[in-house]
Nanobody, 116 residues
Framework: QVQLVESGGGLVQAGGSLRLSCAAS????????MGWYRRAPGKQRELVAT???????NYADSVKGRFTISRDTAKNTVYLQMSGLKPDDTAVYYC??????????WGQGTQVTVSS
């Protein structure tokens, strides 16, 4: 199992930046893929970005060029650096871990609100 704890959400003006952190309870190097998802009001949860054990990254088209996913394996932490934020980025952001035994884990979520 793995527990995930997100932090770093908040209120920011359009065009601003935030960095989200996701601390895992065990080595993230032992996890297949970690990622960030978000759920906006009235919408379904959607993929934002993922990073594999090997370091490969993937982004939703809507955030390419603005968001960057990274990790610090020494701290067992995955980050989401968000820049050029738009009101449409307002959502609850969830950290996700997809383990090698196909189990999926979620954090509790952190609210990001972008004002226009």
């Amino acid at each position: 199992q793995v527990q995930l704890v997100e932090s770093g959400g908040g209120l920011v003006q359009a065009g601003g930046s935030l960095r989200l952190s996701c601390a895992a309870s065990r080595s993230i190097f032992s996890i297949n893929t970690m990622g960030w998802y978000r759920r906006a009001p009235g919408k379904q949860r959607e993929l934002v970005a993922t990073i594999t054990r090997g370091g490969g990254t993937n982004y939703a088209d809507s955030v390419k060029g603005r968001f960057t996913i990274s990790r610090d394996t020494a701290k067992n932490t995955v980050y989401l650096q968000m820049s050029g934020l738009k009101p449409d980025d307002t959502a609850v952001y969830y950290c996700n871990a997809f383990d090698f035994d196909n189990k999926i884990y979620w954090g509790q979520g952190t609210q990001v609100t972008v004002s226009s």
